[in-house]
């Protein structure tokens, strides 16, 4: 997943873009139905919910526009059906749970 260090790897080797390509060009449709951040929570050490492990990565919570300080946490749910109302935050790195088979 071209996150955090291995994106900086790939950048200082001149390969993210061609990695990326790769993924794109490798989107697969049926990999949509059964993705990771369609059925799974992940929860950081200070409570804040993510909606993907590499979101969490790149810091990115559930409910959050950019910034960490609007960001949903276990404190603040009842159930995790309240969570259905939020949108998946994408990016980039989405395309590698995507590709080929995808890894979710």
């Known amino acids: 997943m071209p996150v955090k260090r291995f994106a900086d790897f790939l950048h200082r080797r001149g390969e993210l873009k061609d990695y990326m ?7 697969n449709m049926d990999t949509m139905k059964s993705l990771m951040c369609l059925n799974t929570v992940s929860i950081g050490y ?29 404190f603040d749910v009842d159930s995790l059906s309240e969570l259905m109302d939020y949108t998946i935050r994408n990016d980039n790195h989405c395309f590698g749970c995507t590709a080929g088979m995808g890894s979710s």
Not at 21 to 27: Q, S
């Open 46 to 74: 200070d409570g804040k919910l993510y909606d993907c492990d590499f979101n969490q990565q790149l810091g990115y919570p559930i409910k959050s526009d950019s910034t960490t300080e609007s960001a949903l946490t276990i």
């Open 21 to 27: 390509d790769l993924l794109v060009r490798n989107f």
